[in-house]
């Protein structure tokens, strides 16, 4: 939580101005992308999960 809010509690963390969850699919990944500002910073996260057919 620190290093994508630059908060430390969950309180901190509920007083970023915006958040968005973007959900982005495809044929063999999907890819989770979670943005979020508070006053001082933006930060973001990019989780990609990909599977190889058999």
Do not use: K, Q
Request: overall charge negative; glycine content about 4%.
């Amino acid at each position: 939580m620190r290093a994508l809010f630059g908060a430390g509690t969950p309180r901190e963390a509920a007083n970023a101005r915006f958040a968005f969850l973007v959900i982005i699919p495809a044929a063999d990944m999907i890819a989770f992308v979670i943005l979020a500002a508070s006053d001082a910073e933006t930060a973001a996260l990019i989780v990609a999960v990909t599977c190889e057919a058999d």
